[in-house]
T-cell receptor, first 110, second 115 residues
Framework: GNSVTQMEGPVTLSEEAFLTINCTYT??????LFWYVQYPGEGLQLLLK?????DKGSNKGFEATYRKETTSFHLEKGSVQVSDSAVYFC?????????FGQGTRLTINP | DTGVSQDPRHKITKRGQNVTFRCDPI?????LYWYRQTLGQGPEFLTY????????KSRLLSDRFSAERPKGSFSTLEIQRTEQGDSAMYLC?????????????FGPGTRLTVL
């Protein structure tokens, strides 16, 4: 079945630093890829998605590119803010269900 | 659009008791999903409905678990004879019917603690 391996955390950065959270996947067929975010005390929210190879998803300054050749969907942001502190989940969707990575806790210090 | 709602938000119960959770999806969404999330892990799929039909169940969904969506609107998840290992956050999500990359919108979850 489909699976996701996500960069282990926690990750701590200073404000305005560059962020990369690695995500690789194994899948059959042509899955869709997602990044979800969970802010403290809140539910899961979709951050961005890509539905086919070479698609780039972007939102709130975050970007991720669907790389079929490396089976990766790494999350990047050029300059993080304190408000980006949260847990980030990479997820893959084949037919219907989402399969999530274990999550990466990100803390941004001022 | 009021989002996905779940009730209760927290439930504490004693081992062996039965519990039932409710999920109200976004009104125009015909797909509804249940996931379970334990501390420090990502959500794990339990089951999903398209309208009132339950189309897929995970192996995680033992015979103590049952889910229903009788009229294709709200859904309930019941756990019978709860065990301490059932302690987790139970998440509900809904989505519209699209071919590719149908985003799932998540509710706030029901946190279950089994003593």
């Amino acid at each position: 079945g489909n699976s996701v391996t996500q960069m282990e955390g926690p990750v701590t950065l200073s404000e305005e630093a560059f962020l990369t959270i690695n995500c690789t996947y194994t899948a059959t067929g042509y899955p869709s890829l997602f990044w979800y975010v969970q802010y403290p005390g809140e539910g899961l929210q979709l951050l961005l998605k890509a539905t086919k190879a070479d698609d780039k998803g972007s939102n709130k300054g975050f970007e991720a590119t669907y790389r079929k050749e490396t089976t990766s969907f790494h999350l990047e942001k050029g300059s993080v803010q304190v408000s980006d502190s949260a847990v980030y989940f990479c997820a893959i969707q084949g037919a219907q269900k989402l399969v999530f990575g274990q999550g990466t806790r990100l803390t941004i210090n001022p | 659009d009021t989002g996905v709602s779940q009730d209760p938000r927290h439930k504490i119960t004693k081992r062996g008791q039965n519990v039932t959770f409710r999920c109200d999806p976004i009104s125009e969404h015909n797909r509804l999903y249940w996931y379970r999330q334990t501390l420090g892990q990502g959500p794990e799929f339990l089951t999903y409905f398209q309208n009132e039909a339950q189309l897929e169940k995970s192996r995680l969904l033992s015979d103590r678990f049952s889910a229903e969506r009788p009229k294709g609107s709200f859904s309930t998840l019941e756990i019978q004879r709860t065990e301490q290992g059932d302690s987790a956050m139970y998440l509900c999500a809904s989505s519209p019917q699209r071919r590719l990359g149908n985003e799932q919108f998540f509710g706030p979850g029901t946190r279950l603690t089994v003593l």
